[in-house]
């Protein structure tokens, strides 16, 4: 049955789409960023894993594929995985130690003429990405030999999985930590934050790189499970596509970006089968354009109602509740370190004083 | 050099001899387009004090907080505090050198709740860095336990236990000003600097907030407070420095500062 | 000499186009106060629109209008139907409606034109004579609309009651709504205005370019906000500076240094002005 590979791809190609989510939540959900140029990191994440894996021109699998390109190192996937997150990540620093500091608007016009930027250089250096035509024979791990070619899309959904799980753990206990609470902090008031001690611009620099990292792997997911790369795959519709999934899912929370990209594929990947519609078949032929488009047409018509409708997403951010260990009375927690109870209105917390009880603070 | 033998960096002995003051304003200048907002102004605070600073609406006030807590730099004085100065610092050097400020309307958090607003003001969080965040060592691990702890006492101080799992942004506003108060207060300031604490605030909740004010001042935090509730200046403040169209023009006590013409004159008279 | 003669006059023309472009885009901030990232649709639709009316007959003067028209009351239909309700949000449900209707509009297009360019109606123009050189008639006459109705925008703004209180709406909106001169005549005024502008400097740059493309008012927009930040947002000389500046920039980058480049030297001084100097070459009234 022809449709369960194709619905395994699909799955795969959604889990890519949610680690870009995870990523855009990251920046954006938690951080407060805008980012308009997401795609960028995609790109560059896809072109260096593509490269760096390649084989080499003038090697046996080169001339066997006849192929065009120029620059391949013929390293293994996984370090075309790693540097995909690096390069992904250095765009992001050069990108976001000039334009983090920049309020809301401008930065989202920065990041969007900044990808359009990075676009531009990839089409046009094309002795490296291939240009209008791309690369076509970008390696997929396993496919020669160790995996027969009909267990080849689950065994990549299997590792894809893997990846994307790891990376939402990972993900996810940096939002729960004390430092995804600082970035919260920004999001919330940058002014007030910054008042109270917290170093903003570094903060938000930070997120924004560990976005970049992120979607650099998706890249590189991408690239080896198409087996193509192409700078026609990097418009800026994926970024707002991404945008969609994290708003639908819930924007600040890891999971809702993820589910947010599912619910996406599933909607866009849905409206694929329109064309086939005998209603609109005559449309179709006419012009070619028509089923895409009207695939854009609907994610800019859910872009506004979901704005509009249901801004906090399937599953919003929950506001985190005192844990164990500390009581809602105020009493003092089990295991009090001898500080005075917290009763009543007349002891003030001596502000000057130890506050972990005699322990050395850092 | 009198500044070695005072105190160690976090515990000052209130009642201890001044030996000069722990903040202080030295001919700051600032102009805002045509406008001079702040002309000159300068004036210390007393360690261990509650200072007031009022003046008829666009003497500078507000402008002020803003050069010393680095929101805006001067174009031209100094601010020092303890020693240092904080001139041209950004607001977060400024913090964290001891000195919290509020503001006037109450800046929380909104979408987190109660509990981690305060959580979130926490100081020198070895967790707070991406690496320390993603590792969470036990020093981290640590400062968070106290962290949480000293979040525990404040929400009792402050009477806010209850809200300590709403989102913020579902605080009325008087409990907006004690949790911004109280995130303040995390910060383990040697400096609390409010602007306009009682501003919209009813009575009642007013007189909790002078409470409060004067315990965490008896803890040995120094308060300079903005205010324009004069029966709040009055009752709370042992020093009061008065501005006018940008300058300082007297300082005493409340007692004083009343009866003083030139006071008088500005608030009533020709003056803006 | 000639071709650096051209490319000036291309340059210029490129500039006025900006430049009318960047008089509509202004006036819809000044009322909305976010940057509308469908603004470069009123262009893309402006221009489809004049040739579907040269199409069913119209001269082409006469289809212009009409086209101006049609686009002015769908820009009203729209902030009605789509920003209106949120304008008390805050801004980003509004940046992310605006790209959201941008794809609507811009697939919409695509969806009933094609992907496949489109040439513009333009009768065949000989070059003028000067002496020795030869100079193209269409970006002078393109340069000539542009500046007559920046004229009469400017005119309307300022010597009529609509206008004034247009403007007076689009420099403090909060005022103008609490002492009730922001009324839905204005606001409506103003949108229709903006649009209309924008469906004009559509025509405009279909004209220059002659080939007419779905994505064009998106592409576009880019270089628009270039101009509008270079010279000051908020500063409608500056933004004519500016937009004569970036306007020379791309036919001078595009003739001498790298045509496939393009639309990347706009977006590079725009990378450049926002790092820089955020508030523009010449202070604007922000």
Redesign the interface.
């Known amino acids: 049955m022809a449709l369960l590979p194709f619905l395994v791809g699909l799955l795969t190609l959604a889990l890519i789409y949610g680690l870009l989510a995870l990523a855009l939540n990251l920046q954006f959900g938690v951080t407060g960023l805008?980012n308009?140029g997401h795609v960028a990191f995609f790109a560059v994440g896809a072109f260096a894993s593509a490269i760096v894996t390649l084989p080499p021109p003038g090697s046996a699998a080169y001339l066997q594929a006849a192929a065009q390109y120029h620059v391949g190192l013929g390293l293994p996937v996984p370090v075309g995985f790693l540097l995909a997150g690096v390069a992904g990540g250095v765009l992001a620093l050069l990108i976001g130690a000039?334009?983090v500091r920049?309020s809301?608007?401008?930065l989202?016009?920065?990041t969007?003429?900044?990808a359009?930027?990075v676009r531009?250089?990839l089409?046009?250096a094309d002795w490296l990405t291939g240009g209008e035509f791309g690369i076509a024979s970008v390696p997929q791990p396993l496919k020669n030999g160790a995996v027969p070619a009909s267990v080849y899309p689950y065994a990549y959904l299997a590792g894809t999985v893997l990846v994307v799980a790891a990376l939402l753990a990972?993900t996810v206990?940096?939002t729960e930590?004390?430092?995804?609470?600082?970035l919260?902090?920004v999001?919330?008031?940058e002014?007030?934050?910054?008042?109270?001690?917290?170093?903003?611009p570094l903060l938000k620099l930070?997120a924004f790189v560990?976005g970049g990292v992120l979607a650099g792997f998706a890249g590189s997911l991408w690239t080896h499970s198409l087996g193509v790369v192409h700078v026609g795959q990097f418009v800026p519709?994926v970024t707002?596509e991404v945008?969609l999934a994290v708003?639908m899912g819930g924007s600040?929370n890891a999971f809702g970006a993820v589910l947010g990209a599912l619910v996406l594929m599933t909607i866009t990947q849905g409206t694929r089968f329109l064309g086939d519609v005998p209603l609109l078949s005559g449309l179709t032929r006419s012009?070619?354009?028509?089923v895409p488009?009207?695939r854009?047409?609907l994610?800019?018509?859910?872009?506004?109602a979901v704005?509009?409708f249901f801004?906090r997403g399937i599953l919003p951010?929950r506001?985190?509740?005192?844990?164990r260990?500390?009581?809602?009375?105020?009493?003092?927690?089990a295991g009090?370190?001898g500080?005075?109870p917290?009763?009543?209105?007349?002891?003030?917390?001596?502000?000057?004083?130890?506050?972990?009880?005699g322990?050395e603070?850092? | 050099m009198n500044g070695d033998l005072r105190r160690t960096a976090s515990a000052p002995t209130p009642g201890a001899a001044p030996l000069g003051p722990l903040l202080s304003v030295e001919r700051l200048r600032k102009h805002f387009g045509g406008l001079m907002a702040v002309n000159g102004a300068s004036f210390g605070v007393r360690e261990g004090s509650i200072t007031g600073l009022i003046g008829p609406n666009g003497a500078g006030k507000s402008t002020l907080f803003d050069l010393v807590t680095g929101v805006t730099r001067p174009d031209r004085g100094a601010v020092r505090f303890a020693g240092r100065s904080l001139t041209g610092l950004p607001p977060d050097a400024v913090a964290r050198a001891g000195v919290a400020r509020t503001f006037q309307t109450p800046r929380i958090f909104p979408a987190m709740s109660t509990w981690e607003n305060l959580l979130a003001a926490g100081p020198r969080h070895p967790g707070e860095s991406l690496l320390g965040g993603l590792f969470m060592g036990r020093a981290a691990r640590r400062r968070e336990r106290a962290l949480e702890r000293r979040a525990a006492e404040l929400l009792a101080f402050l009477g806010l236990e209850r809200e300590a799992a709403r989102a913020a942004r579902e605080l009325s506003g008087g409990q907006r000003k004690l949790l911004s108060l109280g995130r303040a207060l995390m910060t383990e300031p040697r400096l609390l600097m409010l602007d306009e604490p009682a501003a919209g605030v009813n009575q009642t909740l007013t007189r909790t907030l002078m409470q409060r004010i004067r315990d965490v001042n008896a803890g040995g935090v120094t308060v300079l407070v903005v205010e324009h509730d004069m029966d709040l200046i009055m009752q709370l403040c042992e020093t009061v420095v008065v501005m006018h169209q940008g300058s300082v023009l007297a300082v005493g006590t409340p007692e004083e500062v009343q009866r003083d013409p030139q006071v008088l004159a500005a608030y009533l008279g020709g003056a803006t | 000499m000639t071709e650096l003669l051209q490319t000036l006059i291309f340059g210029i023309a490129t500039g006025a186009v900006i430049s009318l472009s960047a008089v509509g885009l202004s006036l819809s901030y000044g009322v909305t106060r976010f940057i509308n990232f469908s603004y470069g649709e009123f262009l893309t639709l402006g221009a489809y629109l004049t040739v579907l009316f040269v199409g069913l007959g119209l001269p082409l003067p006469a289809a212009i209008l009409v086209g101006m028209l049609a686009v002015g009351v769908t820009g009203v239909v729209l902030a009605r139907i789509f920003f209106d309700p949120l304008m008390r949000r805050g801004f980003l449900p509004l940046l992310v409606t605006s790209v959201g209707l941008a794809f609507v509009l811009q697939n919409l297009v695509r969806m009933i034109a094609g992907s496949n360019p489109i040439r513009f109606p333009l009768p065949l123009m000989r070059p003028w004579h000067v002496g020795a050189l030869f100079v193209p008639k269409i970006p002078v006459l393109v340069v000539a609309v542009a500046l007559a109705a920046m004229l009469f925008t400017h005119l309307l703004l300022t010597f009529t009651r609509i206008g004034k209180m247009m403007r007076a709406t689009s420099d403090n909106p909060a005022l103008a709504r609490a002492s009730g001169i922001a009324t839905a005549r204005v606001l409506a005024a103003t949108w229709f205005l903006s649009a209309a502008i924008g469906a004009l400097g559509g025509v405009l740059l279909a004209m220059t370019q002659i080939a007419l493309q779905p994505v064009m008012g998106w592409s576009f927009l880019l270089v628009v906000f270039a101009a509008v930040l270079l010279g000051g947002i908020g500063n409608p000389y500056g933004a004519m500076l500016g937009s004569l500046i970036v306007g020379l920039g791309i036919e001078l980058g595009t003739s001498y240094l790298s045509p496939d480049y393009g639309h990347a030297f706009a977006f590079a001084i725009l990378v450049l002005v926002l790092l820089i100097r955020p508030s523009g070459l010449l202070r604007g009234a922000f």
């Open positions: 805008l308009f000039t334009s920049l809301s608007h401008y989202a016009v920065a969007f003429a900044m359009e930027i531009s250089v089409t046009n990972l206990r940096l930590s004390p430092y995804g609470r600082a919260r902090s999001r919330d008031d002014t007030a934050a910054r008042a109270l001690g917290k170093p903003t930070g560990a519709i707002f945008w708003l600040g012009n070619p354009s028509f488009s009207l854009f047409v994610i800019g018509l859910l872009l506004i704005v509009r801004p951010e506001p985190r509740a005192p844990g260990g500390v009581r809602r009375g105020g009493a003092v927690p009090g370190s500080d005075p917290g009763h009543g209105a007349g002891t003030a917390p001596a502000a000057g004083a130890r506050t972990d009880g322990e603070s850092p």
